[in-house]
């Protein structure tokens, strides 16, 4: 059984998880991104940020070694519970992400391509991939 949870303060996950203060992530570049850590049992083995502002999921990671084990979808469907009803939530992925791509696809309502410009306004950079927009709906 998975058990996620979510973070306002970047740091308090850092120095709860990791045990250090040795480094700190400047929170202001994180102002509007939630972050949620996803453990099973005492191991960690993803996060994500949900974006506040642009209602989007950001950066789902699963550890190389848990991959493919269903955990994507069980984070999604942690995800459908979650958001508040009538609410959508976007998920964008790089097309050439094939296994997230495979998970979103299964899981999740494919609306199509966004454009490069908007990446660049929601993440910061210009992207050398198309990516690709998928919806989540309670």
């Known amino acids: 059984m998975l058990t ?26 994180l102002n509007n991104k939630e972050l949620f850590i996803v453990k099973k049992g005492n191991e960690i083995i993803g996060s994500f940020f949900i974006n506040t502002k642009f209602d989007t999921l950001d ?7 848990h991959r493919g084990k269903g955990y994507c979808s069980q984070i999604l469907d942690y995800l459908k519970k979650y958001i508040e009803p ?8 790089a097309s050439n ?16 391509n966004i454009q490069n410009e908007l990446v660049n306004e ?8 198309q990516f690709v927009r998928y919806v989540l709906k309670k």
Not at 86 to 93: A, H, T
């Open 122 to 129: 929601m993440y910061g950079f210009m992207p050398k991939t």
């Open 97 to 112: 992400n094939e296994s997230a791509m495979k998970c979103y696809a299964k899981e999740l309502e494919y609306i199509g």
């Open 4 to 29: 996620i949870k979510k973070y306002k303060r970047i740091n308090n996950a850092i120095k709860e998880y990791f045990n250090t203060n040795l480094f700190e992530i400047n929170q202001t570049k």
């Open 59 to 65: 950066t789902l990671f699963i550890v190389k070694n």
């Open 86 to 93: 009538n609410k959508i939530l976007y998920v964008d992925v």
